[in-house]
């Protein structure tokens, strides 16, 4: 079955470390993005990334870095800039730009990190 | 630019009665709409989109939507509601090609027994 999958679900920090949260897609999808949902504000953009080595800033990437080796792969890390990292974070994916009319968007299951 | 308010963060319905969220939307070309359903501790799902063809559109879970553009409004129906439906759900835009994709604060739905 294609899809995109978030590991892990549950992840617990502790104030001034980093972590990598990641986010693999077999969907042949060119484009993936990251969102922090917090309750009440819906979903805010942190990065996304078009194609492979490319990736731009979203509304909120304060605090976040992300790479893009790979065509499957969009891991998103929660640097210990980040103020307030506590968030349920959504990965997802879109077909190429080049071909789609719309941005359609497909997402995973989701990681909720909670900082101690 | 484009963005979307839904109207009412929590909306409560009893089982069988008619679920409508409201959705309207601002953009300044003409819009893709989406509507996203997310249960507890999940990820969002595709319940149905607006592309430019019919102005009412049927999506999945027995769901549908009204584009209208007088009203610039996308209001999402089912008209009975089922205790599985209570969840959360997100309105979306997007403009022609390429385009972010701004979402709405989103709408909780309880079903009462």
């Known amino acids: 079955d294609g899809g995109i999958t978030q590991s892990p679900k549950y992840l617990f920090r502790k104030e001034g470390q980093n972590v990598t949260l990641s986010c693999e897609q077999n969907?042949?999808?060119?484009?993936m993005y990251w969102y922090r949902q917090d309750p009440g504000q819906g979903l805010r953009l942190i990065y996304y990334s078009q194609i492979v080595n490319d990736f731009q800033k979203g509304d909120i990437a304060e605090g976040y870095s992300v790479s893009r080796e790979k065509k499957e792969s969009f891991p998103l890390t929660v640097t210990s800039a980040q103020k307030n990292p506590t968030a349920f974070y959504l990965c997802?994916?879109?077909?190429?730009?080049?071909?789609?009319?719309?941005?359609?968007?497909?997402f995973g299951p989701g990681t909720r990190l909670t900082v101690l | 630019a484009q963005s979307v308010t839904q109207l009412g963060s929590h909306v409560s319905v009893s089982e069988g009665a008619l679920v409508l969220l409201r959705c309207n939307y601002s953009?300044?070309?003409?819009?893709?709409l989406f509507w996203y359903v997310q249960y507890p501790n999940q990820g969002l799902q595709l319940l149905l989109k607006y592309t430019s063809a019919a102005t009412l559109v049927k999506g999945i879970n027995g769901f549908e939507a009204e584009f209208k553009k007088s009203e610039t409004s996308f209001h999402l129906t089912k008209p009975s509601a089922h205790m599985s439906d209570a969840a959360e759900y997100f309105c979306?835009?997007?403009?022609?090609?390429?385009?972010?994709?701004?979402f709405g604060t989103g709408t909780k739905l309880q079903v009462i027994p």
């Open positions: 997802a994916s879109s077909i190429s730009p080049g071909t789609a009319v719309y941005n359609e968007q497909f």
């Open positions: 979306a835009v997007s403009g022609r090609g390429y385009q972010k994709v701004t």
């Open positions: 969907l042949n999808h060119d484009a």
């Open positions: 953009s300044s070309v003409p819009p893709y």
